[in-house]
């Protein structure tokens, strides 16, 4: 078993700021010989006044993309970080989820390829996949990969994906489950990002394109805010 340090590391810790200065500025060398001093610290927790959060979340934090992300990512694994570790505060997001809500192609893509759970629960917002927060935070390019590598939808990240086909079959496999107040929050995302089709599907079954959703917009306000023309010449 890996040696650990006694409790949780602040990250005021000189070796955390070493971890984190090497893992953003994509420093491959410099964290393989800091991993090899001190092994530990690809396991141990760090933590804030209030919160911890492992290795990997320092690779994926806000606002992501840091050089060579990859290497790092692989590096940490095989020194023993956790792909599934939880932040531990006022949410439970993975690293993945962070990556998700970055738009961090590169790092999503490692960490799906070192074993992370494409559908672990614990989004910011929602309690959901990864792909919740990429969608949440409009994060296009990460929840197109994610749905690529596999990730399930759900009604509303199918609307706003505009995948009718897969929104058509959700709402279908539904049927009364899929209640008004679910098929206008669907609707609401559709319009927020652009997706015409999609709207259009989900007004007809039903949504409330004037009702107050999200950001105190209602569907139709969040439409007009998408830069969709033909969208919102159909909203009008």
């Known amino acids: 078993m890996r040696p650990r340090f006694n409790g949780v590391l ?24 800091l991993l090899t001093e001190h092994p530990a610290i690809a396991v141990e927790r760090y933590r804030s006044e209030a919160s911890s959060r ?17 290497e790092i990512i692989s590096t940490l694994v095989a020194a023993g970080a956790d792909v599934n570790a939880r932040f531990e505060g006022d949410h439970r997001e993975t690293p993945l989820h962070w ?12 960490l799906l390829d070192a074993g992370a759970d494409i559908e672990a629960d614990g989004a910011v917002l ?10 949440v935070f409009a994060q296009w390019d990460a929840a197109r990969r994610l749905v690529e590598r596999g990730a ?17 079959r959700l709402l279908d496999d539904a049927n009364a489950d899929a209640d008004a107040d679910e098929v206008t929050n669907a609707c609401w995302h559709a319009c927020r990002a652009g997706q015409l ?3 259009q599907l989900l007004s007809g079954r039903g ?16 439409g007009r805010a998408s830069g969709n023309a033909d969208l919102v010449t159909w909203l009008e």
């Open 99 to 110: 990556a998700a809500s970055c738009d961090d192609v590169v790092a999503l893509d490692a």
């Open 197 to 199: 089709a999609a709207a």
């Open 126 to 135: 929602t309690n959901g996949s990864p792909l919740a927060d990429a969608v």
């Open 207 to 222: 949504a409330d394109l004037d009702r107050v959703g999200h950001d105190h917009l209602t569907p139709r306000q969040a």
């Open 10 to 33: 602040a990250e005021s810790n000189p070796l955390v700021q070493s971890l984190a200065r090497a893992v953003r500025s994509g420093d491959v060398d410099g964290l393989a010989a």
């Open 152 to 168: 399930a939808m759900t009604i509303w990240q199918a609307a706003a994906l505009g995948d009718v086909v897969e929104l058509r």
């Open 54 to 70: 492992a290795a990997l979340h320092l690779v994926t934090d806000w606002p992501g993309n840091f050089p060579r992300a990859a």
